[in-house]
């Protein structure tokens, strides 16, 4: 009933600059929050970015001053802008959202499938 979509990933060198995208489709009353995560091989998955209407904007300590989340709440998307990027930002990086669909009574957590994100030289 719900997806989300990222587009963006790719390979960058150190230094170097990616935009991720994910939009939301569905069955949406409303989006209560969108962002980031990210994942490496045999470790947990990994906040980045959020951005909710009840909180505000929040980031990682290790991507503070380099990566930008913004939110369009009409077209229910979300980017997240990454600059200087560091090997160690290699990850796949994954789009979540807190979303209350039509004619649901509470909000749920969805996941999009998933970029690829690699910093190398």
């Known amino acids: 009933q719900v997806q989300l979509v990222e587009s963006g990933g790719g390979l960058v060198q150190p230094g170097g600059s990616l935009r991720l995208s994910c939009a939301a489709s569905?069955?949406?009353?409303?989006?209560?929050?969108m962002g980031w995560y990210r994942q490496v091989p045999g470790k947990q998955r990994e906040f980045i970015a959020r951005e909710t209407g009840a909180t505000g904007i929040a980031y990682a300590d290790s991507v503070k001053g380099r990566f930008t989340i913004a939110r369009d709440n009409a077209k229910k998307t979300v980017t997240l802008q990454m600059n200087n990027l560091l090997p160690d930002d290699t990850a796949v990086y994954y789009c979540?959202?807190?979303?209350?669909?039509?004619?649901?009574?509470?909000?749920?957590?969805?996941w999009g499938q998933g970029v690829q994100v690699t910093v190398s030289s």
């Open positions: 569905g069955s949406i009353r409303s989006i209560h929050g």
């Open positions: 979540n959202a807190q979303i209350m669909l039509i004619g649901g009574g509470y909000v749920n957590d969805y």
